[in-house]
């Protein structure tokens, strides 16, 4: 048996291919589909079946131009109302590839329909090998149990208990556990690093199979959720459908400076993708940035929506191009074009440039104490509780569709995140918001904690 990983950091999202006597299946794949097709050339495979472990929300899936490609079968679990061709599945389907065996758990919770795939290859054994388990179970977590219109919360976290402890837990300690998600997915809270576990690791381990009670389970899930992206049931819904091939978006148009300064005169959004300390040092005003070298693709969901009709400005092709290509994997396939020339071409049109300062810890304690600025922590919820800069103002990224409440716009602001990526993000939002005084925190918390300045933890 041939059995691979594929991980898009970027999404923190693995899918998986595997094959056996010349057939292959792949699970879950992302919206750019090449890697399937050059890894199944690579290996002398063709591949006939493509299943999908629920109806993603975070990300686009490819699995309608890759059976348009393959020729493949695409299948799903019953409960999805999926709308393009597929086989639907329950509890009890098998399909037999090869020498391997793929049997499929209906394990509703995260998803309705989601299921997870258990992986026998009886070239070496009767015995499950691995389960493939899509949001189900991650390493360290399960899935979030709201992304249902249908099944409140609550309702879904019961199902999850019950799927976990009925289905998947039955399983031998020995099989691998592989997951449709890693650490830093907003699929989940608490999940590892590691790219596989066993079920046994995760018997042992998993904070959430730790819970015993199923009442206790249902209330650990439903309190204190990370924000949902408003994206996510569009995404689930461009799954249901089945999204169009990457090859059917438009080529990007250039536009001149005189031209993007109309249009933002207009209304439109100018999406900075360069690193954000180029893009402190100088920039077009008004223009937001979220740089490529993060979590560029959900920030941007989760920002501006799947409806906005951005701008690119970048410092190469190459840059454009993976921004265009990271938008398309969340939905995001409606840009205008790009800065033709990018940020040079702007200065060169006699146009002016901004720039947000920056501050190092050690200068930003002092003006703390003389009462000079106010401190905005732009971290997620669990960040700030484990330990916060005390006298800051809490305010999520997550949250910043609305200008944070408590920020008195006459005293200059100062951001920070962790590292410096998310306070970046933040600043541009400001300043596009209107906020003149605003400073952006090198090196973040951490550098505010390397230094040994003073942490308080707990509540706001």
């Known amino acids: ?78 409960q999805a109302g999926a709308k393009f061709p597929h086989v639907a599945v329950r509890d009890g389907f098998e399909l037999q590839v090869g020498r391997v065996r793929i049997s499929v758990l209906e394990t509703p919770g995260h998803t309705s329909e989601s299921i997870c795939l258990v992986i026998t290859d009886e070239g070496k054994s009767p015995e499950p090998w691995a389960v493939l388990t899509g949001d189900t179970l991650f390493l360290g977590d399960v899935g979030r149990p709201d992304l249902s219109n249908r099944y409140t919360p609550a309702q ?22 592989y997951p449709a998600h890693g650490a830093g997915s907003l699929c ?25 009670s199923r009442e206790e389970f249902v209330q650990h899930l439903t309190s204190n959720l990370p924000p949902r992206p408003e994206y996510f049931l ?69 920002l501006l929506g799947l409806a906005a009709s951005p701008v690119l400005i970048a410092d190469s092709d190459n840059a454009l191009a993976e921004a ?14 790009y800065l033709k020339g990018g940020v040079a071409s702007w200065s060169a049109a006699g146009l ?19 009462k000079a600025v106010q401190v905005l922590d732009v971290r ?18 997550d949250n910043f569709k609305v200008a944070p409440p408590e920020i008195d716009r006459s005293v200059p602001v100062v951001v920070h995140c962790k590292s410096g990526y998310r306070s970046i993000i933040a600043c541009s939002l400001l300043r596009r918001a209107g906020f003149e005084q605003v400073t952006d925190v090198i090196g973040g918390f951490d550098a505010w904690k390397q230094a040994s300045l003073t942490v308080s933890a707990g509540n706001r």
């Not at 947000?356 to 703390?368: F, K, R, T």
Request: proline share 3%; hydrophobic share 45%; with cysteine.
């Open 156 to 177: 879904l976290a019961g199902m999850l208990y019950d799927s976990l402890h009925n289905k998947v837990l039955r399983l031998n300690d020995r099989v691998l556990v």
């Open 234 to 302: 569009q995404d689930a819904d461009i799954n249901r459908t089945g999204a169009s091939a990457l090859s059917d978006l438009p080529q990007l148009r250039p536009i001149e400076a005189i031209e993007l300064k109309k249009l933002m005169d207009e209304g439109a959004i100018a999406l900075d993708v360069r690193p954000g300390e180029q893009f402190a040092a100088a920039h077009v005003p008004g223009a937001i940035n979220i740089a490529l070298s993060g979590q560029f693709a959900s920030w941007a969901g989760a």
């Open 352 to 370: 002016n440039l901004a720039a947000i300062p920056q501050i190092d810890v050690e200068n930003l304690s002092d003006q703390m104490q003389r």
């Open 188 to 212: 989940g809270r608490n999940m590892r690093a590691e790219r596989v576990s066993s079920i046994g690791t995760e018997r042992m381990t998993n904070c959430a199979l730790q819970i015993k």
């Open 324 to 337: 265009r290509v990271r938008l398309a994997r969340v939905g995001l396939e409606n840009v205008l074009g």
């Open 380 to 397: 997620r919820e669990p960040e700030w509780e484990a330990g916060h800069i005390e006298g800051a103002v809490w305010w999520p990224l």
């Open 1 to 78: 048996m041939y059995f691979e990983q594929f991980y898009l950091g970027c999404l923190a999202h693995a899918s998986y291919m595997l094959a056996s006597a010349g057939e292959a299946v792949v699970v879950d794949p992302q919206r750019d589909v090449e890697i399937y097709l050059q890894a199944a050339t690579a290996h002398g495979v063709s591949i006939r079946h493509i299943f999908e472990t629920h109806l993603h929300a975070d990300f686009v899936s490819g699995h309608n131009e890759l059976a348009a490609r393959t020729g493949a079968k695409i299948y799903i679990g019953e």
